[in-house]
């Protein structure tokens, strides 16, 4: 029996495999969370740089001094003593539960983020894995919920959804539908566009009427890539779970929490968690909503 038959035979082995390559995709993912921001904050000073005649100093990028900073260089090291990460160290969720959540050299404490972010990471996997089961649908739906996990603490810190992931997203989810995957090419189409325009639309409307910026531009992309996976009839029962949400969140953090009012809140998080529940039920939902409301 090769390998293939076998998945397509024993889900648990499928189911397994999947949770397992979704835990070490999740420890890849903090990296990303990590660096992909500063990356972005480095180019643009490389970009303001080359028209400053004189630049400060100060401002000189990693890449300007010789030094590389990518994804994959430099290792991951402590921020505190600057030890190297061992390959031992860097077991998704266990080591960090080995070391007690601290630095192996320094015994500086880590965060609780790192195997948070590997254990949601695998966790969804594993559901995906389960739901689909083994095809198409299952595999693609790995990179649906890995880059919109990685999208969801990049705004969480930054406030930034960056276009290297919501960009290759929108195209690569016209590109699952092609073989209708999960919703027709036709309605995959229209979703990214629809996705796009609904909160353009939302956006443009509430700085006429306030003169303030309600939202990113990176939630019009992040809204089209749902729209290119999942379809155009799922759009709005996304954007009405993300806004429940994100006010039920807004007012806690208010109320509980003592955040200002003029304290902007992502909005990506939301889009991306109403996003995963369009994945799974989105269609179900859908259809009870119409049936009883015909």
């Given at each position: ?15 397994t495999l999947c949770g397992l390559l979704g835990l070490m995709v999740g420890s890849f993912l903090n990296v990303v969370i990590h660096r992909l ?26 890449a300007q001094t010789g030094s590389r900073y990518n994804l994959l260089v430099p290792r991951s090291a402590c921020p505190s003593c600057g030890h ?67 999208l969801t603490f990049i705004d969480f810190d930054t406030q930034l959804l960056p276009d290297s992931i919501t960009q290759p997203l929108l195209w ?123």
């Open positions: 029996m090769d390998l293939l038959q076998l998945l397509q035979t024993t889900p648990m082995v499928f189911i921001p500063r990356m972005m904050e480095q180019e643009w000073r490389e970009q303001c740089a080359s028209l400053d005649a004189d630049p400060d100093p100060a401002q000189t990028s990693p190297q990460i061992r390959a031992i160290e860097n077991i998704p969720v266990l080591s960090y539960l080995v070391l007690r959540g601290r630095c192996a050299q320094c015994k500086t404490r880590i965060s609780p983020r790192y195997p948070i972010v590997e254990a949601l990471t695998g966790g969804l996997s594993v559901f995906a894995a389960w739901h689909f089961g083994f095809g198409a649908a299952a595999l693609t739906s790995l990179v649906f919920i890995w880059a919109l996990i990685a690569l989810g016209l590109l699952v539908n092609f073989s209708g995957t999960f919703t027709s090419l036709q309605s995959a189409v229209i979703g990214a566009v629809a996705g796009y325009l609904i909160l353009w639309s939302v956006y443009w409307l509430f700085k006429l009427t306030t003169g303030k910026e309600g939202m990113g531009f990176g939630d019009f992309k992040l809204l089209a890539a749902i729209g290119a996976w999942l379809g155009w009839q799922v759009l709005p029962l996304t954007i009405l779970l993300s806004s429940l949400v994100g006010a039920v969140v807004g007012i806690t953090l208010i109320l509980f929490a003592g955040r200002g009012r003029q304290i902007p809140i992502p909005f990506g998080p939301y889009l991306a968690g109403g996003g995963l529940i369009a994945l799974f039920w989105g269609q179900s939902i859908t259809q009870a909503y119409l049936g009883v409301a015909l």
